[in-house]
């Protein structure tokens, strides 16, 4: 049986209804106690939150009107970088040598990152090369923008997404690709992190004009047209080839060369080494990594005498019949002038060339004078700072004041310093008589002519031809001799300065060969820095080496530069009987 249940009192509120007197509410009744109390709430309740929102609307509206004094924040994304478009850079065929492509860079936002070491250590398992200290300290900066890594490969950008760090983002930019690497890297140069162009024909496109236009946003890449060069892609690789191989077999330190089109000035190839890959140039402000073909001063050697004999010729003191005294040394003050081979009697001006006679080049120096073979240096180029495209060039150096000791000893490529590229183009107007400026971009022969300069006669070019085709018949150009293309030319072995003295063990080999010698079409000019001997007992001359250079380049680019071989003559030339 169930206890009974406690009993409960319940209380209920007191309610006092009244009737409320007078004919029109004689039946209403009023709850007074509870209404009372509920209204008092509510009104309450309404005006703390109609104050509550109009402290927030006016705490925005004060933001907004800070915000509108304030300058603007510049440390966000930069602008869009349409404005670093460049053209694409073709060689005289159309093939690419440098293009732009999109690549994603790394950027954050330091006041959204929540833990800067937690995100510097994330980054650092995708880029391993990330600097800790440097990043820490932009992901702390509080700004509102700031660079992490630029153009990072599709996969570090992928991976780097799959991270999820907060703050951090991708911004598409323009980078330049070189897809011939390292094969013309000297020419066509590069560009900086910013799509800028630092060297070469990059930066010479850039002075042209296209940085104006990027400035002010109209590079357009649909109307950027393609700079289309001299160069021959087949020939650069050709010429990289084998100044690669020569440099490694020869065991030199360095070795360059250049094809150069005598009838337009065009350079067709050029190639230096050590080089590097402009694709990820790591190493191009290395000091061994120069262009020696246009921005290196040397000492030519003996392709100077080149220039020694075409200057008696060409000022009426001499003919090919004219003889000079070799039979002795030359004294000129404390100077004493021998021959490295000498044959020690009178030589015939072509015997001088093809003996490369020092004595025999002094003495025709000495019929021209002083003043006469400074004019001619100087008419043919030589030692003016050439005027091209290319912006490394280097000015030649000569004597302050000219002495006949400087004539005699220039007369044989010594006591002058000048470019490569300047010599090749020098011996190429010796072969067709005018002077062309070097050009880097494509140019017909008409367009050549217009502004050559008329150098040296017709009798020395021809005169000058046959001492070439006769040089590599009987003498030192004899290694560069390719079959069916009838190649003349001349070698250069100079001794290098080293302290102030001549050293006797590095030399600086040159090579300068023209063809087809019976109207010729190219130049080819190979240099070797301190080469040694190839094997123990060979020598290490030029004509060891960078004859051998240039012979390879002929045999394997002259049908590409549309040279026909011809092998009803060879070298061309009716040759003189020489006493050996």
């Known amino acids: 049986m169930i206890g009974s249940l406690p009993k409960f009192k319940v209380r209920l509120p007191a309610f006092r209804f009244r009737r409320k007197s007078g004919p029109a509410d004689a039946n209403t009744i009023v709850v007074d106690g509870a209404r009372k109390a509920t209204g008092g709430r509510t009104r309450t309740r309404v005006v703390m939150t109609m104050a509550v929102f109009l402290g927030i609307y006016a705490a925005i509206a004060g933001r907004l009107v800070w915000l509108g004094f304030q300058e603007p924040d510049n440390s966000g994304p930069p602008a869009s970088r349409v404005t670093a478009s460049r053209p694409d850079i073709v060689d005289r065929n159309g093939e690419v040598l440098a293009t732009d492509i999109k690549t994603a860079s790394l ?23 990330i600097d800790y200290e440097q990043t820490y300290h932009k992901l702390k900066s509080g700004a509102g923008f700031v660079w992490l890594q630029r153009q990072l490969t599709p996969k570090q950008q992928a991976e780097i997404l799959q991270l999820g760090i907060p703050g951090i983002g991708f911004r598409t930019e323009k980078r330049r690709f070189y897809p011939a690497g390292s094969t013309a890297a000297y020419i ?17 496109i850039d002075q042209q004009g296209l940085t104006a236009l ?10 950027l047209k393609p700079v289309k060069l001299s160069v021959d892609l087949r020939v650069q690789h050709v010429v990289h080839d084998e100044i690669t191989t020569g440099m490694e077999r020869f065991h030199a330190i360095a070795a360059g060369a250049v094809v150069f089109n005598i009838k337009t000035g065009e350079v067709v190839a050029m190639a230096s080494v050590p080089d590097f890959d402009p694709n990820n140039p790591y190493n191009a402000q290395d000091k061994n990594r120069l262009n020696r073909m246009s921005a290196g001063l040397y000492e030519m050697g003996s392709t100077f005498k080149s220039f020694t004999t075409a ?26 002038i021998h021959d490295f081979h000498g044959k020690g009697r009178v030589l015939t001006l072509p015997e001088v060339f093809i003996y490369s006679s020092n004595i025999g080049s002094a003495r025709e120096a000495l019929a021209v004078g002083i003043d006469g073979h400074r004019a001619f240096l100087h008419r043919l180029g030589i030692l003016e700072r050439m005027n091209t495209e290319l912006p490394e060039v280097a000015r ?4 302050r004041v000219w002495k006949q000791v400087n004539s005699i000893t220039i007369a044989f490529g010594h006591g002058v310093s000048t470019t490569p590229l300047q010599t090749a183009v020098g011996c190429a107007a010796l072969m067709n008589g005018f002077l062309m400026e070097p050009t880097f971009l494509k140019r017909t022969e008409q367009e050549a002519m217009e502004t050559a300069k008329r150098v040296v006669k017709d009798s020395t070019v021809a005169a000058m031809r046959y001492v070439y085709a006769l040089n590599a018949e009987k003498g030192s150009g004899r290694n560069a001799r390719v079959p069916g293309y009838r190649v003349g030319g001349k070698t250069g072995t100079a001794e290098k300065v080293v302290n102030g ?6 030399n600086f080999n040159a090579f300068v060969a023209a063809f087809p010698m019976d109207d010729p079409q190219y130049i ?14 060979m020598g290490a001359t030029a004509a060891s080496n960078a004859g051998i250079m240039a012979h390879n380049i002929i045999a394997r680019s002259a049908a590409m530069l549309g040279v026909k071989p011809d092998f009803s003559h060879e070298n061309g030339a009716t040759l003189v009987s020489l006493d050996e």
């Open 107 to 129: 950027y954050a936002e330091p006041r959204h990152i929540v833990d800067a070491d937690e995100a510097i250590e994330k980054l650092a398992t995708v880029l391993p090369e």
């Open 188 to 204: 066509v140069g590069l560009t900086n992190i910013d799509n800028q162009g630092i060297s070469g024909m990059e930066k010479y």
């Open 214 to 223: 990027q400035q002010s946003g109209l590079a357009d890449p649909k109307d």
């Open 311 to 336: 200057m008696v010729l060409d000022d009426g003191d001499a003919t090919l019949n004219s003889r000079f005294d070799a039979s002795h040394p030359l004294r000129v003050g404390r100077q004493t």
């Open 396 to 399: 030649p150096t000569e004597p």
């Open 501 to 506: 003295r001549y050293s006797k063990d590095k």
């Open 524 to 537: 080819v000019l190979t240099i070797a820095d301190e080469p040694k001997p190839e094997k123990p007992g």
